[in-house]
């Protein structure tokens, strides 16, 4: 069907505005808006009618048009049959509201996506069966389209399809608008300098942080978190209330980290982007349980927490191991026979209840030691995910070979510090 007919067709059955018929070219031409490509044709068929074509459409369609040769009857146009004059009544109130609602959260660039009535999407198809669908565009397109071009001259601020800090959805289904304000990732580096706290805020499994008598109504497990600790000046600077921690693998809560761990927390729904992270670092660091270093915002976050979470890195670990008996120096010796082959762990007892029981093979990589009477001291470099507790203490067997079994010595006390993390290859 050629253009002039398409535009005929549609011409016929009711009247339409000029983005709704500009549309059935939408994707001709460049450099014309909608409503520019619907003028042209409307005044192309007022041109052949004025030439002394007869042709059947609906006159509402050339309603203001001055012709020179023919007088026409034409009454004014009701409602555009397809968007019900969305583009002629309702897009300027629509963008004023969405500026409204965007006026206590700060912003550089925001995305609009739009769910159009099912009246609306009705009279698009009814559009689409009678002329096809070449050249056109849809209706929900040009409604983003043309409402970005309203919000970006109110407010300033750009519209933009990637990581736009907030994503506007007007839904003419409900005639809501809502606001969706992406996270805002913060990477840095933390160390753990006390023993007894988690990394990440432990809700309370009994009633899932209502708070209980289980967990004396804190609704948490432990006081506070590394993950607490960092957030709290993030949280109060940005506006937001709750925040998401990732780290590149985790110590036990009885661990220190002596080295920097690498880390991103997500600050979920913030109001406010500009921030200073420099002081806010400060502010953290003046906590004596962690501190933290090269804190940075990074624009694809998920991607780098995808990354840290699953690259695996070695660890080095310092462990001060308190055993029954005096230790034989002697047999001290079979440890280095640990570095030869892989270990064989079974998922270790005080974490089976929440982790996958399976056999994993890990690598001690390096391994040293000193004496001290009953006390064990061992530097070991690992693979990760090698359990180092259950490498000295043997777990009851599932740890095959361990340091108890080959120095026939049982072990009383652990106590274990993270002191190098091998993540040079970690580009952020």
Known sequence: MKIDEKTIEVLKTGYICDNCLGRIVGNLLSGLSNKERGKILRHYIAFLMDSGEKLDIDLSNLYEIKFRNIKLQIKKPEKCKVCKNFFLERIDEIAEKIVKKLKEIEFDTFLIGSIPSDEILRAEENVFETIGTDFVESVKTEMNRELGK??????????SLKNSDVTIVVNLKTNTISIQVRSLYVFGKYQKLVRGIPQSKWTCRKCGGKGCTYCKGEGKMYPTSVQEIIEKPLLKTTGAKKSSFSGAGREDIDARCIDFRPFVIEIIKPEKRKIDLKKIGNQINKSKKVKVKNLKIVVLGKELIRRIKTERYDKTYLVEAEFEKKIDRKKLKLLKQLTKEPLIQKTPLRVVHRRADKFRKRRVK?????????????????????????????????????????????VKKISLDVIKIHAKNLKV
């Open 366 to 410: 390096e391994i040293s030691y000193k004496v001290r009477g009953k006390k064990l001291i061992l530097k070991i470099r690992a693979e990760a995910g090698l359990y180092i507790k259950e490498l000295i203490s043997g777990d009851n067997g599932r740890t095959k070979p361990n340091i108890s079994d080959m120095i026939e010595n049982k």
């Open 150 to 159: 309203r919000v970006e001259k109110l407010t300033k601020k750009r519209f």
